[in-house]
């Protein structure tokens, strides 16, 4: 892998070659690896504060059919302050919602540090032209998005034709606008790989590579909208894309599983996951998210259980 | 021919119609009323019973939602299915309980009654509960018990089958569902009981059985924020007393232990099944 990344991606010959060239994933021992990290056992003041660190890192996301502004704005609410009886409990780090609802969600957010991304390109199917997604794009981070989802063309990929796939992010994140070298000042793009469509961990080695190289500011595991969502070996593998990238390139990328995480020891597992695999500097909301909906009150009730000694009822916290 | 080895039951938890084990790994030795050793059962933990409220609550919704009538028609089946292992209980009864086998029979016989008693009240208990109150209005008023929800219970020490099914059936059979922490010295026909019960079309979860400490698990049932009421009728003075106390955080409706023993032959009254329900009065107008 001596071969500079800028000149990986100048045909889809030498895409393949550098994407094919990379170390096979060892399927047993990548999932026995993240089997194994998800037995550490964290307790007391580590738990509490691994629980705070959840709650920053948490995208609170709607992503239905029926969602209406008034369910996003009490989503919006939510994440400023998740338990309106606790002061003490820290924001999450964004709400996430199709592109037509971001400008509501922007209303109800002004003023804090909670960002608002957006899902976009066809999202959750990936299926439409390059132009709608770059157009969808653009009306997103019109409307005021910090942070644009977008799905990569999965169908491309299982054929092969990485080149596709490359250019269609490079041209979401310039769509992202933004004059820095890499898209500076723009709103921050993290690339859905849906992994569960993905059929073999090689693919997701590829995949978190190929989107790496095309300008991705983030890689997420999946939409939620396909099971298996996220899970361990999945996300253990994208970690150890990024922190392999940040080596060869000083480039630090994000990881965000999404989908299936409910409870706060999922959670925990992912951080154990992440200080592990990529290291402490991954410990924060800039470069770790955990895309989710109801992990947020049972983060929020394991938090009262610790403070009070008695187990929380979710009668006492907000619906979903 | 060799002699062929002995299959003993291994006692666990029921929580959610499953039978795990208690998360802890822990078991205590439960001996005969003679002091002989009878088996290993599971020593719930405060996780265990946790998990327990959980299957308790997920529960609820579609137990509360059945017909009066489907809820005593699976009552009844308990019934019936506990009659046909009546040999059983009896053993157990006369190991537990260090009863005569005569007693032991009696006593099964008054547990299969006592569900068939309760499964009878499941669509009448409205009718004497409920009401139609006279307003100075133009509205029908009128009241109807509803079920409390999620019930931590007790179970009384002595008569291990018959007083369990006693405390049990009436909070079931009004849509409530249940954790049981059975005997603690004679846990086994509770889970015996568990046995019949995931064979009787009681949907998992309805009823949830720990066995172990009673001191170790119910003070954390009692300050359970998702536990609505707590039976303390197998609660020693002083254990009745702290969960008395937690109970008070979110307002658990309460049933402190009898003063003076309580007969379990004798027919209960339905103070029981009032003691878990709530009552809803809507006003609906008349109207012209």
Not at chain 2, 150 to 161: D, F, G, I, Q, S
Request: net charge neutral; hydrophobic share 45%.
């Amino acid at each position: 892998m001596t071969t500079p990344l800028a000149e990986v991606a100048t045909s889809n010959a030498s895409l393949r070659a550098f994407l094919h060239g990379l170390p096979g994933v060892d399927r047993v021992g990548a999932d026995a690896r993240a089997a194994m990290l998800g037995t550490r056992s964290i307790k007391t003041t580590a738990k509490r504060q691994a629980i705070d660190l959840a709650v920053r890192m948490v995208d609170l996301t709607t992503l239905e059919g029926a969602d209406t502004p008034g369910k996003v704005r009490a989503m919006c609410a939510k994440a400023v302050r998740p338990d309106p009886a606790d002061p003490s409990v820290p924001s999450a780090a964004a709400v996430c919602v199709y592109p037509d609802l971001v400008a509501t969600a922007v209303q109800a957010l002004r003023g804090t540090d909670v960002k608002v991304a957006s899902v976009a390109t066809a999202f959750p199917s990936g299926r439409s032209s390059l132009e709608v997604k770059v157009a969808e794009t653009r009306l997103a981070v019109a409307a005021g998005a910090a942070e644009v989802d977008m799905v990569i063309d999965r169908g491309a990929f299982l054929a092969g034709d990485y080149l596709k796939v490359f250019e269609e992010i490079a041209a979401v994140k310039a769509a992202c606008g933004g004059a820095g070298e890499n898209g500076e000042g723009g709103a921050h793009l993290k690339v859905i790989l849906e992994t569960g469509e993905l059929a073999t961990y090689d693919n997701v080695r590829r995949a978190s590579w190929l989107a790496m190289i095309a300008g991705g500011d983030f890689i997420k595991t999946s939409t939620g909208k396909v099971s298996p969502a996220a899970t361990l070996p999945v996300t253990l593998i994208m970690l150890e894309a990024v922190r392999d990238f940040a080596r060869r390139t000083g480039r630090k990328i994000g990881v965000k599983p999404a989908g299936g995480i409910r409870t706060t020891k999922d959670a925990i597992k992912y951080l154990v996951l992440v200080n592990e695999t990529a290291g402490p500097d991954w410990l924060t909301p800039d470069l770790f998210r955990l895309g989710a909906s109801s992990l947020l009150n049972d983060l929020l009730m394991q938090r009262q259980k610790m403070a009070t000694g008695r187990y929380a009822g979710p009668d006492y916290f907000t619906l979903d | 021919m060799s002699e062929r080895l002995a299959v003993r039951k291994t006692y666990k938890l029921f929580v959610g119609g499953a039978f795990p084990r208690s998360e802890s790994g822990r078991s205590y030795v439960v001996t005969s009323a003679k002091g002989d050793f009878l088996a290993n059962a599971a020593r719930a933990s405060r996780k265990d019973a946790r998990d327990a409220v959980a299957a308790a609550r997920k529960a609820f919704p579609g137990w509360s939602g059945a017909t009066a009538y489907n809820r005593g028609q699976i009552l009844y089946r308990v019934a019936e299915m506990l009659e046909g292992r009546r040999a059983q209980f009896v053993a157990e009864v006369v190991q537990a309980d260090g009863v005569a086998a005569k007693k032991a029979g009696e006593l099964v016989d008054a547990a299969v009654d006592r569900l068939v008693w309760y499964a009878g009240w499941s669509d009448k208990i409205g009718a004497v509960l409920g009401s139609a109150n006279p307003v100075a209005g133009p509205y029908f008023n009128l009241s109807s018990p509803e079920p409390t929800g999620v019930v931590a219970v007790l179970a009384p020490p002595a008569a291990p089958l018959l007083g369990l099914v006693s405390v049990i059936a009436p909070v079931i059979v009004t849509g409530n569902t249940c954790v049981v922490v059975a005997s603690e010295r004679a846990p086994l026909p509770a889970i015996t009981l568990a046995e019949v019960l995931a064979t009787s079309d009681l949907p998992g979860g309805v009823v949830n059985v720990l066995t172990g400490f009673q001191a170790e698990i119910a003070p954390w049932l009692a300050g359970h924020m998702d536990v609505n009421a707590i039976d303390l009728t197998g609660a020693g003075p002083e254990l009745a007393v702290t969960c008395e106390e937690l109970a008070a955080e979110n307002l658990k409706r309460v049933l402190r232990p009898p003063t003076a023993p309580i007969d379990w032959m004798a027919e209960p009254g339905i103070e029981r099944m009032a003691a878990f329900l709530e009552t809803k009065t809507v006003w609906h107008p008349i109207g012209t």
